[in-house]
């Protein structure tokens, strides 16, 4: 049986440590695939610059709610409240892990067809900022959990 | 764009305010939508559209949500450097001025990156594809030839 702190703390981890995977597996595969695009055409950088900043901010939003939890921790007595700072951190994991999945897959194709295609980047946007509303939703889900503390 | 209002206000007010709030703000309109659009192009097409709409125009709503955790993440990192510094309650030593100084330095940099981007988002895909029509008369300046 864990005691309430315990788990408010595991909370905390994984509302730090799953959303820094997420936004590292992003940057990863979107800055990657934007050097070797930036060799050939380096005009389109400054575009294609918002897949990298877009999956950072992913780290961010695990931030946030960590320090919210960090805040709420010496109120932990009970079970049922450090049960709900866990749900909270699992709520912004999982939205945050979708949302890295989502920008690294379209977030690539995006840079390749860009450098082919410079006029499809209106439309092929689309798929990077739906997905990375996917943690926008996460976030204010864990913020109502968080509310009921 | 009822559905739309209906998507605000109904989220914490569907259960709390009874059906007749929800009937009134969000099923009417989505029935006109439906009923509109299937007798302009046909059945199917009125439900598509109208289901269509429904989910974008909530979607769309919750994505506004990110102002408000932009400013959350403002002042926490702000905060965070406060802390770093060794601030307290009613303590604020003067060793603490050039650690704030530099962070909150680089939180103006990261977070003029970020909250750009994220304007920049909410223009193309929420303002965009509502409100932009892209018309207009091409502009010619004035110039003695």
Known sequence: ?149 | MWSYWGGISGISKWFAEGLLMMAGLVITPLILLVVFTGIAEGFMEGIGFGVEVFAETLSHTLSYGRLMALGLVHSVMNYLFLVLGGVEHGHFPLMSIPIIATGTFLVMIIEGLIVFVHTLRLHWIEWFSKFYSGEGIPFKPFKFT
């Open chain 1, 1 to 149: 049986m864990l005691d309430p702190n315990l788990t408010g703390l595991i909370g905390i981890a994984l509302s730090i440590g799953v959303p820094t995977i997420s936004a590292a597996a992003a940057i990863i595969i979107c800055g990657t695939a934007m050097a070797g695009v930036g060799t050939e055409k380096p005009e389109l950088l400054s575009r294609l610059i918002i897949t990298v900043v877009l999956g950072e901010a992913l780290a961010i939003y695990g931030l946030l709610i960590a320090f919210m939890l960090i805040a709420k921790l010496p109120g932990l007595k009970t079970m049922e409240a450090a049960t709900r700072a866990l749900m909270a951190g699992i709520i912004i994991a999982v939205g945050t892990g979708a949302a890295g999945a989502g920008i690294s897959y379209a977030g690539s194709s995006l840079i390749g067809a860009t450098a082919e295609r410079p006029e499809s980047y209106s439309s092929n946007v689309i798929g990077v900022v739906l997905s990375e509303a996917l943690a926008i939703y996460g976030l204010l889900i864990s913020f109502m959990v968080i509310g009921t503390i």
